[in-house]
C-alpha cells in the first residue's frame, strides 16, 4: 500500500542546533502528524494538522501541513539532549493511516 | 503516559509456544489497532477493532490470533511464530475509525522468537 517518504533517515546534530524533517506522499492526507518514539517506548504524538497550509507550534516544534496535502514537514529549534529519539510522520485519509519510516535523530551535548 | 498501557514489556518465546499480547486503554476510546515495528521499517497495521468488532485484518498470518472482549481490551495470541516476528508489537487506540481520530500509542512489547 501507499507509504509516506520521510527523510533525512538519521540525523546527528550539535546541542543547540536547528533541525528539520519532512515526509511526502504521492497521495493526498486530510490529516498529517507527527510522532516521536524514544527507545523502549511507543509514540507519543507531539502534532497533528487537520488543515492544508496549518501551521502549528508545540514549544520549540513546529509543523506544516502542505497546501498540497502531500507533504508536512517539522522543525525543532535549539536542540535539546532529550530530543533523542524517532521522529515518525503519520498521513490520515478516512480511515486509512500510513507512517513513515521515521527519522533517528541523534543530539551531541 | 498516554493512556494505553500494555503487557508484558518483554517476551522470549520458542517457535512452539503459545503466548498473549495484552492492551488496555483507560481513555473511553472505541477503536483498538495492533501494529508491528520493525526496525527501520515503517510501522506495520495488522488488526483493527472498532466497538469490539474486527473492521481490518492486513493480511497477517494465522499465528497471531487478535480478541477484543470489550472496547478496552485488546489482546493478541500468538502460537507457532517464526524468528522473523521478532518486532516491537505496539498497541494503540483512538476514539473511533472514523477519519481524523488521532491514534495514543501503549509503549509496546518487545518480542523475541527463539
Known amino acids: 500500500g501507499q507509504q509516506l517518504n520521510q527523510s533525512p533517515q538519521s540525523m546527528f546534530i550539535q546541542e543547540g542546533e536547528d533541525v528539520s524533517m519532512n515526509c511526502t506522499s504521492s497521495s493526498i492526507f486530510n490529516t498529517w502528524l507527527w510522532y516521536k518514539q524514544d527507545p523502549g517506548e511507543g509514540p507519543v504524538l507531539l502534532i497533528a494538522?487537520?488543515?492544508?497550509?496549518e501551521l502549528t507550534s508545540n514549544g520549540r516544534l513546529t509543523a506544516q501541513f502542505g497546501i498540497t496535502r502531500k507533504d508536512s514537514f517539522l522543525n525543532i529549534s535549539a536542540s535539546i539532549p532529550s530530543d533523542v529519539g524517532i521522529y515518525f510522520c503519520?498521513?490520515?485519509?478516512?480511515?486509512?493511516?500510513?507512517f513513515g519510516a521515521g527519522t533517528r535523530l541523534t543530539v551531541k551535548p | 503516559e498516554t493512556g494505553v498501557t500494555q503487557t508484558p514489556r518483554h517476551l522470549v518465546m520458542g517457535m512452539t509456544n503459545k503466548k498473549s499480547l495484552k492492551c488496555e486503554q483507560h481513555l473511553g476510546h472505541n477503536a483498538m489497532y495492533w501494529y508491528k515495528q520493525s526496525a527501520k521499517k515503517p510501522l506495520e497495521l495488522m488488526f483493527v477493532y472498532n466497538f469490539k468488532e474486527q473492521t481490518e485484518n492486513n493480511s497477517v498470518p494465522s499465528r497471531f490470533s487478535p480478541e477484543c472482549p470489550n472496547s478496552s481490551h485488546l489482546f493478541l495470541h500468538l502460537h507457532t511464530l517464526q524468528p522473523e516476528d521478532s518486532a516491537l508489537y505496539l498497541c494503540?487506540?483512538?476514539?473511533?475509525?472514523?477519519?481524523?481520530?488521532?491514534?495514543?500509542f501503549g509503549p509496546g512489547t518487545r518480542l523475541l522468537v527463539l
Open positions: 503519520a498521513g490520515q485519509q478516512d480511515n486509512d493511516m500510513r
Open positions: 494503540a487506540s483512538s476514539q473511533d475509525t472514523a477519519g481524523a481520530e488521532t491514534q495514543y
Open positions: 494538522l487537520y488543515k492544508a497550509g
